[in-house]
């Protein structure tokens, strides 16, 4: 048997209606698939169970102190999407009854996916409370309803307003909501009003995107197009500085580049907020997780893969009998090495030297000693007795930064005309 897994992502590939901007492994009009899908979800999670056992129960109280390592992290379930509240109460039971013999639901930190246009009663929520799910993240967006309708959403301001006061009327306390800047006709008066109302409804955690176009969405086509305008690049980047700013006037603690928490009064720079989603901070500390579901991805040093995409392939392959995988990668040393550093920045703690020693087997130093000094010299990391993080300026010209710890590109060129500007 392998070992066991602590973190287990499960996808639910269905959606009422497809978003303009949205690329996600995700398919409209295909309810009639969804018992069939719970299914052989439920199956594939079983033979995972009987492969891996069980996980142990999450580490004892008091071991979240920094330095952050992958043991302070609870053990995790998430239900994403597309939209796993599209749902029945009893598929989610049993799905979860299913993920149970892999991650303990009991101890775990589980968090569902909910698209406030389908959660449709409080009812629904009490029953997803009652089902062990402890977290909730709504996808809102925006408050401003004709970019909703812009972007083919299936709720107005007012409904994911409603839903979010309905979650916490059923309990749950640990709820984020999800919102993108840099939308089609934004204006920063327009993001201000939605910060404004966001920071009044006062969500234990908020999670805030830039737009990306991708390529194959109607809304990348729109903008390339010319039918549809989307902001700037630096009044994008103004969003960004406003949110930082209201943010922290509001008493959120940033935790990660799109992510930020209600800070507890005792919270220092080395520590996770209270509210921290730890089933993210995992694939930030690199984590090994499980993805089960169509095209759900996961990954267990020294290997990643990910399953096949589509809903119908997904349960032949399922139904066959065999685990319903499209591709596997092998990774390296290197790979280790760089994506504990790239995915380990973007968290404001930064990589502490005990998780890099504790992931990679390696002092920290030894593998990256003369790029943190060169980094430390230029301003965009600091580095003290527990660890590394990006200061301001290195936030700023993250990509940069990350480029400089890839092991193939060790010129320092790379970095300097681009500081230069
Ligand atoms: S609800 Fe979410 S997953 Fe579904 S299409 Fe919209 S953005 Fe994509």
């Given at each position: 048997?392998?070992?066991?897994?602590?973190?287990?992502?499960?996808?639910?590939?269905?959606?009422?209606?497809?978003?303009?901007?949205?690329?996600?492994?995700?398919?409209?009009?295909?309810?009639?698939?969804?018992?069939?899908?719970?299914?052989?979800?439920?199956?594939?999670?079983?033979?995972?169970?009987?492969?891996?056992?069980?996980?142990?129960?999450?580490?004892?109280?008091?071991?979240?102190?920094?330095?952050?390592?992958?043991?302070?992290?609870?053990?995790?379930?998430?239900?994403?999407?597309?939209?796993?509240?599209?749902?029945?109460?009893?598929?989610?039971?049993?799905?979860?009854?299913?993920?149970?013999?892999?991650?303990?639901?009991?101890?775990?930190?589980?968090?569902?996916?909910?698209?406030?246009?389908?959660?449709?009663?409080?009812?629904?929520?009490?029953?997803?409370?009652?089902?062990?799910?402890?977290?909730?993240?709504?996808?809102?967006?925006?408050?401003?309803?004709?970019?909703?309708?812009?972007?083919?959403?299936?709720?107005?301001?007012?409904?994911?307003?409603?839903?979010?006061?309905?979650?916490?009327?059923?309990?749950?306390?640990?709820?984020?909501?999800?919102?993108?800047f840099g939308l089609p006709g934004q204006t920063l008066a327009q993001?201000?009003?939605?910060?404004?109302?966001?920071?009044?409804?006062?969500?234990?955690?908020?999670?805030?995107?830039?737009?990306?176009?991708?390529?194959?969405?109607?809304?990348?086509?729109?903008?390339?197009?010319?039918?549809?305008?989307?902001?700037?690049?630096?009044?994008?980047?103004?969003?960004?500085?406003?949110?930082?700013?209201?943010?922290?006037?509001?008493?959120?603690?940033?935790?990660?580049?799109?992510?930020?928490?209600?800070?507890?009064?005792?919270?220092?720079?080395?520590?996770?907020?209270?509210?921290?989603?730890?089933?993210?901070?995992?694939?930030?500390?690199?984590?090994?997780?499980?993805?089960?579901?169509?095209?759900?991805?996961?990954?267990?040093?020294?290997?990643?893969?990910?399953?096949?995409?589509?809903?119908?392939?997904?349960?032949?392959?399922?139904?066959?009998?065999?685990?319903?995988?499209?591709?596997?990668?092998?990774?390296?040393?290197?790979?280790?090495?760089?994506?504990?550093?790239?995915?380990?920045?973007?968290?404001?703690?930064?990589?502490?030297?005990?998780?890099?020693?504790?992931?990679?087997?390696?002092?920290?130093?030894?593998?990256?000693?003369?790029?943190?000094?060169?980094?430390?010299?230029?301003?965009?990391?600091?580095?003290?007795?527990?660890?590394?993080?990006?200061?301001?300026?290195?936030?700023?010209?993250?990509?940069?930064?990350?480029?400089?710890?890839?092991?193939?590109?060790?010129?320092?060129?790379?970095?300097?005309?681009?500081?230069?500007?």
């Open positions: 048997m392998m070992n066991p897994v602590r973190h287990l992502y499960i996808h639910v590939p269905f959606c009422q209606r497809r978003c303009a901007y949205c690329d996600f492994n995700t398919y409209a009009n295909l309810e009639h698939r969804i018992a069939a899908y719970v299914e052989a979800l439920c199956q594939e999670l079983d033979s995972y169970a009987r492969q891996l056992g069980r996980a142990p129960a999450a580490p004892p109280e008091g071991t979240a102190a920094a330095p952050l390592t992958r043991a302070a992290l609870r053990p995790t379930i998430f239900l994403g999407g597309g939209t796993p509240t599209m749902l029945s109460l009893a598929q989610i039971e049993r799905v979860l009854q299913a993920a149970d013999a892999i991650v303990p639901l009991a101890e775990a930190e589980v968090t569902t996916e909910a698209n406030p246009g389908t959660v449709i009663d409080e009812a629904y929520l009490r029953g997803l409370r009652s089902l062990g799910i402890n977290r909730i993240s709504f996808g809102v967006q925006t408050f401003h309803d004709p970019t909703l309708r812009v972007l083919g959403r299936i709720h107005t301001a007012a409904e994911a307003i409603a839903t979010y006061r309905q979650a916490l009327r059923a309990g749950f306390t640990r709820i984020n909501l999800d919102f993108i993001w201000t009003q939605t910060l404004d109302r966001l920071i009044d409804l006062a969500p234990e955690h908020v999670s805030l995107y830039s737009l990306i176009l991708e390529p194959g969405t109607p809304l990348h086509r729109q903008v390339t197009s010319g039918s549809v305008r989307v902001p700037d690049d630096d009044t994008t980047a103004a969003m960004y500085e406003l949110a930082l700013e209201r943010l922290a006037a509001a008493g959120y603690a940033q935790y990660e580049i799109s992510n930020w928490a209600r800070a507890a009064a005792t919270s220092g720079d080395q520590e996770l907020p209270a509210g921290a989603c730890h089933h993210n901070v995992a694939y930030w500390l690199n984590a090994d997780y499980l993805g089960c579901g169509a095209g759900a991805h996961g990954h267990r040093y020294p290997q990643r893969w990910h399953n096949v995409l589509g809903v119908e392939d997904y349960i032949a392959a399922v139904r066959q009998g065999r685990l319903p995988i499209a591709e596997t990668s092998a990774l390296s040393e290197d790979d280790l090495f760089e994506e504990t550093m790239l995915m380990g920045l973007r968290l404001n703690v930064g990589v502490s030297y005990a998780h890099f020693r504790e992931r990679c087997g390696h002092d920290l130093r030894a593998i990256y000693g003369a790029t943190i000094d060169e980094l430390v010299e230029l301003g965009l990391l600091t580095a003290d007795a527990v660890g590394v993080r990006l200061t301001p300026r290195g936030r700023m010209l993250g990509n940069e930064v990350f480029a400089r710890f890839l092991r193939e590109r060790t010129t320092s060129e790379a970095i300097r005309p681009s500081l230069r500007t």
